[in-house]
């Protein structure tokens, strides 16, 4: 039995996952071949450490980093993923003074930033025109308020006003199948406009963290590794992967449930495909077992960030010899905060990961010895 197996077994929280061998095994052969600083350091977001002992993730209650919809939950192209959904729980500005008022207002009430997005038009962009000269005001206006912007298909042009309105770091899904893009998105475009969106913007200064979501074709791995090699040709500053969590799909055109198994290979080829940025898994996954297997195998294919990690994931990462961080924080992945502190000199708080352990309320099976405790 492999070194790595043998831990994930010894640790009681992930006794509920199901974890195959042979992928173990090669996880930790790929792993020691990676460039040392790649995979050294996991950073764990969680919303608080308290909520986090309950194994209960508790809702984030007022953000630093509200989610800002241009379109209020309107949207023209009904993924079927999504069907716009995601656009609901957001504040409405659908107006340039209406984002004006409601940075006014968030700002007041302490965000530190925003992600700003909206609903598509059929073209999959999101038509941020008028509100460009608001977005360079509200920079201008308070300094140190950041804003990741959830560009979309971003044209040259756009690309080049999104930088020049300040913004701080360009999010966009990358889809590597174009069976994907017209079946899933119900789109009518090609999928080569996807790598032309991220060639425009990483051509900018602005930071530019692309995200893919696996099992988007219907809980199916299609397009990702596609999606992979596109990412690796341009410069951006981090890769978020998320898994397809597709609570709105219709009865009609329903998706599975992606195997952890692939998504973990997945997990591991971007590892190695992008050794030179940070790879970070957002909060977005499946629930359950899945979970549990899905973050074991991020810990194991040496991703740097993960959002809400399950029970055990912790443990794990400090039994394999990662540098391990905690920080109490809000699905700040999706939301940029950490991709932006990322390269900000910013560091996570670090705790000693042998009381947050125990603190979580979780009894180490084979005691707590051996954890390499980092200094608070
Ligand atoms: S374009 Fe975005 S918001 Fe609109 S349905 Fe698709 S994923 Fe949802």
Excluded at 25 to 44: K, M
Aim: aromatic share 6%; with cysteine; proline share 6%.
């Amino acid at each position: 039995m492999s070194l790595w197996l043998e831990t994930l077994n010894g640790i009681e929280a992930l006794e509920v996952g199901e974890f195959d061998a042979g992928l173990v095994g090669s996880f930790e052969e790929r792993f020691a071949r990676l460039p040392r600083d790649a995979a050294r350091q996991v950073n764990f977001y969680v919303p608080t450490f308290k909520a986090f002992a309950s194994s209960e993730i508790a809702g984030c209650g007022k953000s630093a980093w509200p989610a800002v919809s241009i379109t209020g939950p309107e949207c023209k192209l009904q993924c079927d993923h999504c069907k716009a959904k995601l656009l609901e729980p957001m504040i409405p500005a659908r107006t340039p003074d209406a984002l004006w008022r409601v940075v006014n207002e968030q700002v007041e009430a302490g965000a530190q930033g925003m992600l700003l997005t909206g609903g598509s038009n059929l073209r999959d962009e999101v038509e941020y025109g008028p509100f460009f000269p608001t977005i360079r005001r509200i920079k201008d206006a308070f300094q140190g308020f950041r804003i990741a912007m959830h560009t979309a298909l971003a044209t040259r042009d756009q690309a080049k006003r999104i930088e020049e309105s300040g913004v701080d770091a360009a999010m966009l899904d990358i889809i590597g199948a174009q069976d994907t893009v017209t079946q899933v998105y119900h789109l009518k475009r090609p999928v080569a406009d996807f790598e032309a969106a991220l060639a425009h913007l990483t051509e900018t200064s602005l930071k530019v963290v692309p995200h893919i979501v696996v099992g988007l074709h219907y809980g199916r791995l299609l397009g990702e590794w596609h999606a992979l090699e596109t990412i690796a040709r341009h410069k951006p500053a981090a890769l978020v992967l998320v898994v397809i969590m597709p609570f709105y799909a219709p009865a009609k055109r329903p998706f599975a449930v992606p195997s952890s198994r692939e998504v973990g290979r997945f997990f591991m080829d971007a590892r190695e495909a992008l050794p030179d940025i940070p790879v970070l898994l957002g909060c977005a996954r499946p629930p359950g077992r899945a979970k549990v297997e899905i973050d074991a195998y991020a810990v194991m294919a040496g991703l740097n960030g993960l959002a809400h990690p399950s029970d055990g994931t912790v443990e794990l990462a400090a039994r394999l010899g990662r540098s391990v961080r905690v920080t109490p924080a809000c699905c700040s992945i999706a939301l940029g905060d950490e991709v932006l502190a990322l390269d900000a000199g910013r560091d996570a708080l670090t705790v000693d990961v042998a009381e947050f352990i125990r603190e979580s309320g979780r009894r180490a099976s084979q005691g707590l010895a051996g954890i390499p405790v980092v200094a608070a």
